[in-house]
Each structure stands twice: as C-alpha cells, then as structure tokens.
C-alpha cells in the first residue's frame, strides 16, 4: 500500500540525479506500469521532468483518443514520447551546463498483441534518424530494453514463447567516438553478448557511467549484478543471479514418459498449491481444480551442477488446464523418490489473461489464480 518515495533513492535515476544530471521519465500508461499497476506510485515526482500530468489528461481525453488507443489524435502515441526525448535533449545539448538522464517506458503498441510491433518500426527509425541529424546520439548512450517477451496467447503456450518471454532484449547503443576511444570496453561488450546477462547488469552498467572509469575486469560471479563493462564470467548461471526455476533457461527440457499416476500426483500438487494461494480470499475466489494436464517435462536443473550435489529427486515442469475458468498454468513440481512426496518449485506462472475473471480481488499476485465466485 506504500508509495515509492521512500525508495526512490534506489531508483537509478536518483544515482543521477546525486551526480548532477538533470532526470526525466515518461511512460505510455500510468495504469499498468510496473510503478502503478495496483500500486500508488509516487506522492512527489521521483525526476525533475515527469509527464505524468500531461499523458494522464491526454488519456482521458474521450476526443484525443477517439481515433485509436496507439494514437493522440493524429499523432501516434510513441512519437509523443520520443519527442518528449527529443525537446528534452535538444535544449540540454544547447545549454551543455548539466547532463541528462532519460527514462522512458512504452508497452500500450505490443502489451497484448506483439505482432504489432512491425507498426513501430518506422517510428522508431525516425527518432534514432532525428538523433543522429541533430548531434544528439553524438554525446547520448541510448539502451533499448524490455522487462520480459510475451507472457499470454497461443505463443507462451509453446517451447519457443517460453524461450521468447523469460529473454527480454536489451540493445546498447554508444557514440561513434566511444568506440574509438574505449576499444578494451567495446571488446569486453561484445563478449558478454554471448554471456548470461539480466537487467540487473544494466543496472550496475548504468552506475558504471555515472563514474565512469574506462577500466575493466572479470566480474565477480558471486554478485547478483555485474557491469557490462566487466567481463561476465562463462561459468554463470541462474542460481548466481537469484533466477529462480520457473524463469530459467538454463536448465534443460525433455520430453519424458512418465506413468499416469505420477501425472495425476504432479498436476494434484499443483492443484493444492493453487487452493493455498487464495486461502486469504476463498470468499471471493474459487477453487481451482485441474481439468486436463496439457504436457509434462523433464527438468535437468543447473542447481546440482553448480553445487555438484546429487539429490534423489526429479524435477517436472507441467503445464495444466483448470476449471472453473479454464485457466492455463505452468509450474515446476519436485518429486521426491525416497518420501514419494512432491513440492511445487518457485511461482506457478499463469499462460493465459485472466481479464474478466479476477477483479473482485485487489492484490496483484494474486489475481492470478482467482475465479470469482
């Protein structure tokens, strides 16, 4: 129920802000970002330029929204923000007194269609064209991120969606200059292209340039995030970074032919853990009972690798219908051989919307796993 203010100096933008950069931040939607969604943001403005006030007004603006959800008025909604970036830039680069730092954050085009994303294309051409005609990218380092792939649909339902949502991209763009200056950090860069990277790095990299040193080193694989000017070490895995089973793609998938009662006790488990989930709003919700179990795979966890530990155990990931709803879940269950109990691993993830079906309860989490009654 708190607000942000109270953290907001974690927030990267405030490591800026202490070391004299003007901050901005604008997003697309104030009702489902990661700071609002069902939470209350911020009482003060967390950067010196927020535009809150403005995209609220032209969101509730029946008239300037008329045309399309992706537009205001005759002008597409991400070309709003990028000038946004552009004005911003533009009269920063003119004063030279103070640098900037920019956060920006779009997800109404491709939140519940990423096929829309083609429609962007030309827009975001644009602006990295606008950039560069007027010296901006010249002294700009732009990073192109996203906080996972797509979580709903047909897609997610398949091997490639559950490779496509657990990889957001990441892109990180320097100046020209930079890479003729700093050729040591570009080479280290380009290694860690192939290396095990999360947003946490981007993280660190970021409070990298706000000192910037130009130096490099092998990365310390114990940290949670290291920098991107670090070489990140081959070794890592997701138990280094703290990802836990149901996100990781470093643990290895087959196909497995196991008995009908060991599905039954697998999909029974997940079953269970669903009914322990709402235990808090079993007057609003229903219980969630299995329908029909839609796959079941072997997990090869990098964990006893990392520890070089064997435990008499296998690990499954199952994928489950459930009604009432027909909800679609994917979850990780540990069977244990010796106990002949079962445990479910980590999150049980949600394939499919439940828009329509849990708003009679608030929580976030656990709208999830909610049917109303």
Known sequence: DKVYDYVNEDFIWSYFSKAGYRTGAIFDDYHVTAFHYQKKGWDKPPVDYYHRVVVLAKNNDKLMKATS???????????????????????FNISQSKPYFGFSFSQHLTHDNHNKASAGDHLYHGFLQELRDKNII????????????????????????????????????????????????????????????????????????????????????????????????RERMCEHVKISVEYCLCNQLTTTNISSSMTLVLALTVQYKLKSLISTVRDKCSVLNF????????????????????????????????TPGDAVYEASVEYFHTTKKSDVVGDIVRLNLYRGQAECVEQPKLRNYCFCN
């Open 291 to 322: 329908k029909t179990v839609m796959s079941v795979m072997e997990v090869q966890s990098e964990t006893a690798r990392v520890n070089q530990t064997t435990v008499n155990s296998t690990r499954y990931q199952i994928t489950l219908m459930t």
């Open 69 to 91: 959800s992706n537009c205001f008025g005759d002008m597409p909604e991400i070309t709003f923000n990028h000038d946004f970036w552009i004005q911003m830039a533009s009269t």
């Open 138 to 233: 010249n002294n700009t380092v732009i990073i192109f991120f996203s906080d996972h792939g797509q979580r709903y649909g047909p897609t997610r339902s398949t091997y490639n969606g559950m490779v496509e949502y657990n990889t957001p991209y990441v892109f990180l763009v320097f100046p020209p200059w930079f890479h003729r200056k700093y050729p040591h950090l570009i080479k280290v860069l380009k290694i860690n292209q192939e290396r095990f990277t999360t947003n946490r790095d981007i993280y660190e990299t970021l409070r990298d340039l706000v000192n910037f040193q130009a130096t490099t080193k092998l990365g310390d694989i114990n940290k949670r995030g290291i920098s991107l000017f670090q070489e990140i070490p």
